[in-house]
């Protein structure tokens, strides 16, 4: 071949190759949660086809990824080629993708394929299955909560026993999935001993109920004990990182408490894609494995609620989308509340033995904001100042701390409590001082004591002292970076701050000792702890 000829192909080659970038990187980001995203982004927007040539361009690449065979079988589905996307399934599934994400919910997209060869298969191997969960939730000292996803809607029994091979069982309860409800089930399993270990089965469609995993129940409320929870944020779906889930469930944490950014929609308008992020998340074998057996305790944040940043202002009804974003993420945990009949979201309380969870919802209600062109007009109170919670919320934990008789009262909140965590930006509580100030003056007017700040955001975990003058200080406990690929940079001014891996809180409560104490952990991916700081209650008081 002659030096001119080979010019020509090296050429041909670089433009084949610029061109089928062009392609990838209409969908493609540096972080993979967001890949698919943007692929599905294409097919709702009506450009199937162009989700079809990115998405094939993609798997040139990447030929065994399971998620764009997925993605490719969606935008198939919608163009009405029903058998290249059956073929595009099968793909998927050649490549470990789980059953459960083609047959399970009902915004998948992929109904249409209800007449496949495929697609009835999967039903009948998987039908009388849970596609998604089990999930435990609301343990307490008695009894504890199964959350469950069904292929179709289905009758479900969940049946308790001291035995690993659920003979003599001691407990049970039926219920039956709802399409209303995304094919998904609560149940309630009540009756059971108080502080004792136990197994449980599930069965559906008159299956035999099989052994789906185990619990703890708790002391009774007020009650002293030792409690091990493990706590974080930012959990975008990567598949690298999904065996975070695996070293959590090392840990043996009691709970687990997730405080937002954990599933990363961010299409407050778009149901199939607020779908579509939950079900890839619940499918996920760690994830369902760790769930199966830790009670799971959760609240958002923006990018689970709206988009990044956001703040719509305190209407209950606008945008017209904040009811419906709730309704799916209602669907898909097993809190034990959402707000209230007046004021919906998803702050709640809870109480295990004598420590006290009040969990809060910095979204739904957050006013707008915009910076102040002077500082010195943020030390002056404001008659209207801007509020994250909203007005009922707000008169809600005020009363819950006022009524609180707990050891230890455990503030969870989406964003950190400390004004320095994230520079001058106004989306922490440093863009709410004047509410933030207001909680913390009622704490020290009702001598409220034991309180731990508990937080999510930030992509490191750190541990902040914020310090009061008259007033014993209160420490904060922030982690957001379970399974993120981004990442923020350290901070100096806070007592640790980490962030050379993915990370969790592991936070370790004993109250039966004369003076009771918190210990918080920092574990990494890997399972290597490397921060860890204890707390005794007698320096959580007024003086």
């Given at each position: 071949m002659s030096k001119y000829k080979s010019a020509l192909l090296i050429l041909a080659l670089a433009l084949l190759s610029t061109f089928v970038y062009a392609l990838q990187v209409k969908i493609k980001n540096r972080q993979y949660k967001r890949t698919h995203q943007a692929a599905l982004a294409l097919v709702t927007g009506k450009k199937a086809a162009e989700a079809v040539r990115s998405l094939k361009a993609l798997l040139e690449k990447t030929p065994k990824d399971a998620e764009t065979y997925y993605m490719l079988a969606v935008a198939q589905a919608k163009l009405g080629k029903l058998e290249n996307a059956a073929e595009a399934l099968q793909g998927a599934l050649d490549s470990e993708l789980p059953p459960g994400r083609i047959i399970g919910g009902t915004r998948t997209g992929l109904e249409v394929l209800a007449e496949t060869k495929i697609y009835k298969k999967l039903l009948t191997d998987h039908g009388n299955t849970a596609v998604h969960g089990p999930m435990l939730g609301c343990i307490s000292h008695d009894g504890v909560k199964v959350w469950v996803r069904t292929a179709r809607e289905a009758d479900i029994e969940v049946i308790v026993s001291e035995k690993s091979d659920l003979s003599d069982p001691v407990g049970g309860v039926k219920g039956r999935s709802k399409k209303t409800e995304d094919f998904t089930a609560v149940l309630q399993v009540s009756g059971l001993e108080k502080n004792r270990p136990y197994h449980y089965g599930l069965g559906i469609n008159g299956e035999k109920p099989e052994r789906a995993g185990t619990f703890r129940t708790i002391q009774p409320p007020g009650n002293g004990l030792a409690l091990r929870l493990a706590f974080g944020g930012g959990a975008g779906y990567t598949p690298?990182?999904?065996?975070?889930?695996?070293?959590?469930?090392?840990?043996?944490?009691?709970?687990?408490?997730?405080?937002?950014?954990?599933?990363?929609?961010?299409?407050?308008?778009?149901?199939?894609?607020?779908?579509?992020?939950?079900?890839?998340?619940?499918?996920?074998?760690?994830?369902?494995?760790?769930?199966?057996?830790?009670?799971?305790?959760?609240?958002?944040?923006?990018?689970?609620?709206?988009?990044?940043?956001?703040?719509?202002?305190?209407?209950?009804?606008?945008?017209?989308?904040?009811?419906?974003?709730?309704?799916?993420?209602?669907?898909?945990?097993?809190?034990?509340?959402?707000?209230?009949?007046?004021?919906?979201?998803?702050?709640?309380?809870?109480?295990?033995?004598?420590?006290?969870?009040?969990?809060?919802?910095?979204?739904?209600?957050?006013?707008?904001?915009?910076?102040?062109?002077?500082?010195?007009?943020?030390?002056?109170?404001?008659?209207?100042?801007?509020?994250?919670?909203?007005?009922?919320?707000?008169?809600?934990?005020?009363?819950?701390?006022?009524?609180?008789?707990?050891?230890?009262?455990?503030?969870?909140?989406?964003?950190?409590?400390?004004?320095?965590?994230?520079?001058?930006?106004?989306?922490?509580?440093?863009?709410?001082?004047?509410?933030?100030?207001?909680?913390?003056?009622?704490?020290?007017?009702?001598?409220?004591?034991?309180?731990?700040?508990?937080?999510?955001?930030?992509?490191?975990?750190?541990?902040?002292?914020?310090?009061?003058?008259?007033?014993?200080?209160?420490?904060?406990?922030?982690?957001?970076?379970?399974?993120?690929?981004?990442?923020?940079?350290?901070?100096?001014?806070?007592?640790?701050?980490?962030?050379?891996?993915?990370?969790?809180?592991?936070?370790?409560?004993?109250?039966?000792?004369?003076?009771?104490?918190?210990?918080?952990?920092?574990?990494?991916?890997?399972?290597?702890?490397?921060?860890?700081?204890?707390?005794?209650?007698?320096?959580?008081?007024?003086?």
């Amino acid at each position: 071949m002659s030096k001119y000829k080979s010019a020509l192909l090296i050429l041909a080659l670089a433009l084949l190759s610029t061109f089928v970038y062009a392609l990838q990187v209409k969908i493609k980001n540096r972080q993979y949660k967001r890949t698919h995203q943007a692929a599905l982004a294409l097919v709702t927007g009506k450009k199937a086809a162009e989700a079809v040539r990115s998405l094939k361009a993609l798997l040139e690449k990447t030929p065994k990824d399971a998620e764009t065979y997925y993605m490719l079988a969606v935008a198939q589905a919608k163009l009405g080629k029903l058998e290249n996307a059956a073929e595009a399934l099968q793909g998927a599934l050649d490549s470990e993708l789980p059953p459960g994400r083609i047959i399970g919910g009902t915004r998948t997209g992929l109904e249409v394929l209800a007449e496949t060869k495929i697609y009835k298969k999967l039903l009948t191997d998987h039908g009388n299955t849970a596609v998604h969960g089990p999930m435990l939730g609301c343990i307490s000292h008695d009894g504890v909560k199964v959350w469950v996803r069904t292929a179709r809607e289905a009758d479900i029994e969940v049946i308790v026993s001291e035995k690993s091979d659920l003979s003599d069982p001691v407990g049970g309860v039926k219920g039956r999935s709802k399409k209303t409800e995304d094919f998904t089930a609560v149940l309630q399993v009540s009756g059971l001993e108080k502080n004792r270990p136990y197994h449980y089965g599930l069965g559906i469609n008159g299956e035999k109920p099989e052994r789906a995993g185990t619990f703890r129940t708790i002391q009774p409320p007020g009650n002293g004990l030792a409690l091990r929870l493990a706590f974080g944020g930012g959990a975008g779906y990567t598949p690298q990182h999904e065996r975070m889930w695996n070293t959590i469930s090392d840990s043996k944490p009691d709970i687990l408490l997730l405080l937002g950014d954990n599933i990363y929609s961010d299409a407050p308008q778009s149901p199939e894609m607020q779908h579509y992020c939950y079900y890839r998340r619940q499918s996920r074998p760690e994830f369902r494995k760790l769930t199966a057996s830790t009670p799971v305790y959760t609240i958002w944040d923006d990018h689970d609620f709206g988009v990044n940043d956001c703040a719509y202002g305190p209407k209950i009804d606008s945008p017209a989308w904040k009811k419906p974003v709730w309704k799916v993420f209602s669907n898909n945990w097993v809190n034990p509340g959402y707000g209230t009949d007046k004021a919906p979201g998803c702050y709640y309380d809870f109480q295990l033995g004598d420590i006290h969870f009040i969990m809060l919802d910095g979204r739904f209600y957050r006013d707008k904001q915009t910076k102040k062109k002077k500082k010195e007009k943020e030390a002056k109170p404001e008659k209207n100042a801007p509020s994250m919670l909203g007005k009922q919320q707000k008169k809600w934990l005020l009363k819950t701390l006022r009524d609180s008789k707990a050891t230890f009262r455990v503030l969870c909140s989406p964003v950190p409590w400390v004004f320095e965590a994230k520079g001058d930006s106004l989306d922490t509580w440093n863009g709410f001082k004047q509410e933030r100030n207001e909680i913390f003056a009622f704490l020290e007017k009702e001598k409220i004591e034991g309180v731990i700040l508990m937080s999510a955001d930030r992509h490191r975990s750190d541990l902040w002292k914020i310090k009061r003058e008259g007033a014993y200080p209160l420490w904060e406990f922030n982690s957001s970076r379970l399974t993120n690929i981004h990442v923020h940079s350290t901070m100096k001014a806070a007592e640790f701050s980490y962030n050379a891996k993915q990370s969790f809180g592991l936070v370790s409560f004993d109250t039966t000792l004369d003076d009771a104490a918190v210990t918080y952990a920092v574990r990494n991916i890997d399972g290597k702890e490397v921060f860890s700081k204890t707390l005794k209650r007698s320096t959580l008081v007024h003086k």
